[in-house]
């Protein structure tokens, strides 16, 4: 968490939307949540420009949305391999803490994941 108590893990990855979709006609609705797994419930409230798929394992494509299971969020920048992903995270720390005071790229086994989501436009 940072100075204000709050996890940003969440909020980090509606900035990198913000930033992506800057000057950008999308027709999905951007993301606000401050909640990892609220993720999942924004996704299928959208149109099919996002593809939401629980329990993913090895369907995580680089680019994905990976919600893991202890309430944690980031984004692929791998394809899922021999059972693990790579993400960057916010709020994240070497030692792969939820409530960490960075933004890091990490490597988990594809059973963490909860959900894996795909901008499909």
């Known amino acids: 968490a940072n100075d204000d108590g709050y996890a940003w893990c969440a909020s980090f990855v509606c900035w990198c939307f913000q930033v992506v979709l800057a000057g950008r006609s999308v027709t999905f609705k951007r993301p606000t949540t401050p909640s990892a797994f609220g993720f999942i419930d924004w996704s299928l409230a959208q149109d099919k420009s996002t593809n939401t798929k629980m329990n993913p394992m090895n369907d995580i494509k680089r680019g994905d949305l990976v919600i893991f299971k202890f309430s944690h969020?980031?984004?692929?920048?791998?394809?899922?391999?021999?059972?693990?992903?790579?993400?960057?995270?916010?709020?994240?720390?070497?030692?792969?803490?939820?409530?960490?005071?960075?933004?890091?790229?990490?490597?988990?086994?594809?059973?963490q994941?909860?959900?894996r989501i795909r901008i499909t436009v």
Do not use: F, L, Y
């Open 73 to 111: 969020i980031g984004i692929a920048v791998s394809d899922a391999v021999d059972g693990k992903v790579q993400t960057v995270d916010g709020n994240t720390n070497a030692a792969g803490s939820r409530e960490g005071n960075c933004v890091a790229k990490k490597t988990r086994p594809v059973t």
């Open 113 to 115: 994941v909860k959900a």
